[in-house]
């Protein structure tokens, strides 16, 4: 079975543009979680989406939004850049049986690092 | 503001000694997860733990749930060099609006 993979796996963008990140799910996978690494402040949670609609979702400003699409590919959209903006986006999949991500086994990509500059 | 504070930072040992890591809350947390995550790669899933007190052995890695689920441990026996990586505790939150809230992490060096 093929593992969640992201695409860019790279980007550099400048101080307010925007960007769009992908995420295709584990095949059968309904849920779709996304997450923001960085070295000050680790891995904290955005959102998740479970059957194109926003099931859960973390205290980050109305700049981060999302969609899933009707086979759960999901995408993540950051506009008005910031330099802090720059980190490791993750997105992690799972059947979304359970409610949420910390019912389940959740399955990560390997990330999209973005540099802001 | 649920936070989960993980100790030590970082860890460098020697292969085959034993070691554990920390990570503490003042939070209660409907469960907690454990992940590893090595360099250009995303956390893989070690364990979830459910029930406060509980411990969960995955050959020589040994979880422990706090009794009142706000704290939990990773001990890890006769460490090897394969066991090096980032390890992240993560706790979740089955009240209402559902999230994971992850540890400050701990990268752990194991030198042959």
């Known amino acids: 079975k093929a593992g969640v993979t992201q695409t860019p796996r790279y980007l550099i963008k400048t101080r307010g543009q925007q960007v769009t990140l992908s995420c295709s799910p584990i095949?059968?996978?309904?849920?779709v979680s996304w997450y923001q690494q960085t070295p000050g402040q680790g891995l904290q949670f955005l959102f998740e989406?479970?059957?194109?609609?926003?099931?859960n979702k973390g205290n980050f400003p109305g700049r981060f939004s999302g969609r899933q699409f009707s086979n759960s590919r999901s995408e993540m959209n950051v506009s008005t850049l910031e330099l802090g903006d720059s980190a490791l986006y993750l997105c992690?999949?799972?059947?979304?049986?359970?409610?949420?991500?910390?019912?389940?086994?959740?399955?990560f990509g390997p990330g999209t690092r973005l540099l802001v500059l | 503001t649920q936070l989960l504070e993980q100790s030590p930072q970082f860890l460098s040992i020697q292969e085959g000694e034993n070691l554990t890591v920390y990570c503490n809350s003042s939070?209660?947390?409907?469960?907690l997860q454990w992940y590893r995550q090595e360099p250009g790669e995303g956390p893989v899933l070690l364990v979830t733990v459910v029930t406060g007190g509980e411990v969960k052995k995955l050959k020589r890695l040994t979880f422990q749930f706090g009794d009142a689920r706000k704290d939990s441990s990773l001990h890890i026996t006769a460490a090897q060099t394969g066991d090096t990586g980032l390890y992240l505790c993560?706790?979740?939150?089955?009240?209402?609006?559902?999230?994971?809230?992850f540890g400050t992490g701990t990268r752990l060096t194991i030198i042959p």
């Open positions: 095949s059968g996978h309904r849920s």
């Open positions: 992690a999949s799972s059947s979304g049986l359970a409610g949420g991500p910390s019912g389940e086994t959740q399955y």
């Open positions: 989406y479970f059957s194109e609609t926003q099931r």
């Open positions: 939070s209660v947390f409907s469960s």
């Open positions: 993560a706790g979740g939150s089955q009240w209402g609006n559902e999230k994971l809230t």
